[in-house]
């Protein structure tokens, strides 16, 4: 089994802290959202190497990171890279502190801790070629991309990159081999505003997924989905045609609503708390929190 992340998102709701860096490479405590995440995922057995899915803006910085949690190296920051698939000037610009620079207007430059913790599988970093938010190619195409440039025949692990979760994944590929289909995990959500604005689905008494909503005015239950889904082999050439097939392809639960009529799913109700990093206010909040 590989884990394919989802790092490809510019997070604009988080301008300006994350206009020149990425979002899951933020600090919270001695280690980065990513990271924290990646340190459970190597300790499950199935799991042979992590591919991360970035943009050309974030590459460079990626790359860094992947070395240094191998290496534990002196901190860095994006001060200086040359390698982020930019030309010099803006490449420049990432380290300035003078009020034109985009991290000089809160005082200070994001940076990788050198406490981050080592990683034991094998990191890969690809870059979707995108530069902006505009020119985004979305999470399912990013996906897609992942799957054929490592021609992957696995089962695959597939998350998004800014939450923090007290609780590991390993009982999430536990129950995927227990259930022998493709997963998807969901938590009880009691706020009909909040089913509002993500995938809700209906199942049956053993956790059948027989229907996903996006963002329904009128939810069929309080199942709601976070981004975290595991897909087996056998469904890989579903995925890799989904497009065609009409697949939305802008959110990663686009891809599970349209699998869901596609093949047998089953859903894994998440064992404890996510919290998810979606604005300046919950990154300070989460750093108070998990600090």
């Given at each position: 089994m590989k884990t394919i992340v989802l790092a490809a998102g510019y997070a604009t709701r988080l301008y300006p802290l994350t206009e020149n860096f990425p979002?899951?490479?933020?600090?919270?405590?001695?280690?980065?959202?990513?990271?924290?995440?990646?340190?459970?995922?190597?300790?499950?057995?199935d799991i042979t190497e992590h591919i991360i899915v970035t943009n050309g803006r974030f590459e460079g910085i990626f790359r860094d990171w992947a070395k240094i949690g191998r290496e534990k190296s002196e901190e860095i920051s994006p001060r200086g890279s040359s390698s982020l698939g930019r030309n010099d000037n803006e490449a420049a610009s990432l380290g300035r502190n003078d009020k034109e620079g985009g991290h000089g207007r809160e005082g200070k430059i994001p940076v990788i801790s050198s406490e981050v913790e080592k990683s034991h599988k094998p990191i890969h970093v690809l870059s979707d070629g995108t530069v902006t938010n505009e020119t985004r190619l979305g999470a399912v195409k990013d996906l897609i991309l992942a799957i054929d440039t490592y021609k992957i025949d696995d089962d695959i692990l597939v998350v998004a990159a800014d939450n923090i979760l007290d609780f590991s994944f390993r009982g999430f590929v536990e129950e995927f081999h227990r259930k022998g289909t493709s997963m998807i995990m969901c938590h009880h959500e009691p706020e009909i505003y909040k089913l509002q604005r993500t995938g809700v689905i209906e199942v049956d008494e053993d956790m059948r997924v027989l229907q996903m909503q996006e963002k329904p005015e009128v939810p069929v239950s309080h199942w709601a989905?976070?981004?975290?889904?595991?897909?087996?082999?056998?469904?890989?050439?579903?995925i890799k045609g989904a497009i065609e097939g009409g697949c939305g392809f802008d959110a990663p639960g686009n891809l599970a609503h349209y699998l869901v009529d596609k093949t047998i799913v089953h859903a894994w109700p998440m064992p404890g708390g996510r919290f998810d990093i979606g604005s300046l206010d919950t990154y300070e909040e989460a750093k108070r929190l998990y600090s």
């Open positions: 979002k899951p490479l933020l600090q919270i405590g001695k280690n980065t959202i990513l990271g924290r995440m990646l340190t459970d995922i190597d300790t499950i057995p989905v976070p981004p975290f889904y595991i897909y087996r082999r056998e469904d890989l050439p579903l």
